[in-house]
Every structure is written in structure tokens, then in C-alpha cells.
Nanobody
Framework: QVQLVESGGGLVQAGGSLRLSCAASGRIFSNMGWFRQAPGKEREAVAADRWISTRTWYADSVKGRFTISRDNAKNTVYLQMNSLKPEDTAIYYC?????????????????WGQGTQVTVSS
């Protein structure tokens, strides 16, 4: 059974950093992504990777600040978030499966984590 377990969220001041982790059990996925949903807003893609081609994708709003990476030995994907802004406040979700196409479409991801809250204070 596939499970995605996220960790690393929390409260941080603007300009600070957090690293989210997503540990996958059951299998290694070629395509992984991070999405977020803020109160009253639709879910949006934040970052994604395509393991086979080692390509990554980032939303314009996080380019240069966020980095997606993975450790296949641990079957874990990370989202390093630097220079955080109050508008980054949201629940962040890890997703696995995907079509491998960019920009990532959440509807194509088969598995989702439970979400982790990130709150950035001004």
C-alpha cells in the first residue's frame, strides 16, 4: 500500500526557511510534486520533478526561493523553502504519480500526503 507522509511544516518569520519532507512507502515514483492550498484559494502546483530526465519545474512565485530534491535511497522528496513570504502561507501537499508533464496537473497525481501547515508571519 502506498503512503506519503509529510513533515517539516511550522511557523516561521518572513525571510526564514523551512524544509518539507515527504517519505513514500511502497514504491519509488518517477514523478513527484508539491502543491499548496491557502484558505479561500484553489490548490496550486509549487514544484515538481521528473526523475528519469532529472528535470524540475517551479511556479513563478517560488522560483529562486524553493528547491525540490529527492533521496531515492530513503524514498523521500524534499522541498527546501528559503526567503519565505507571508503569501507562502498554506497547507502543503506532497503528491506522487503524475504524468511527468510540466506544468504539473494535480489531477494526474495518483497519491497524496495528508498535508503540512506552513505559516509565515510578517
Amino acid at each position: 500500500q502506498v503512503q506519503l507522509v509529510e513533515s517539516g511544516g511550522g511557523l516561521v518569520q518572513a525571510g526564514g526557511s523551512l524544509r518539507l519532507s515527504c517519505a513514500a512507502s511502497g514504491r519509488i515514483f518517477s514523478n513527484m510534486g508539491w502543491f499548496r492550498q491557502a484558505p479561500g484559494k484553489e490548490r496550486e502546483a509549487v514544484a515538481a520533478d521528473r526523475w528519469i530526465s532529472t528535470r524540475t519545474w517551479y511556479a513563478d512565485s517560488v522560483k529562486g526561493r524553493f528547491t525540490i530534491s529527492r533521496d531515492n535511497a530513503k524514498n523521500t522528496v524534499y522541498l527546501q523553502m528559503n526567503s519565505l513570504k507571508p503569501e507562502d502561507t498554506a497547507i502543503y501537499y506532497c503528491a506522487a504519480g503524475g504524468s511527468g508533464r510540466f506544468p504539473p496537473d494535480g489531477a494526474t497525481y495518483d497519491y497524496w500526503g495528508q498535508g503540512t501547515q506552513v505559516t509565515v508571519s510578517s
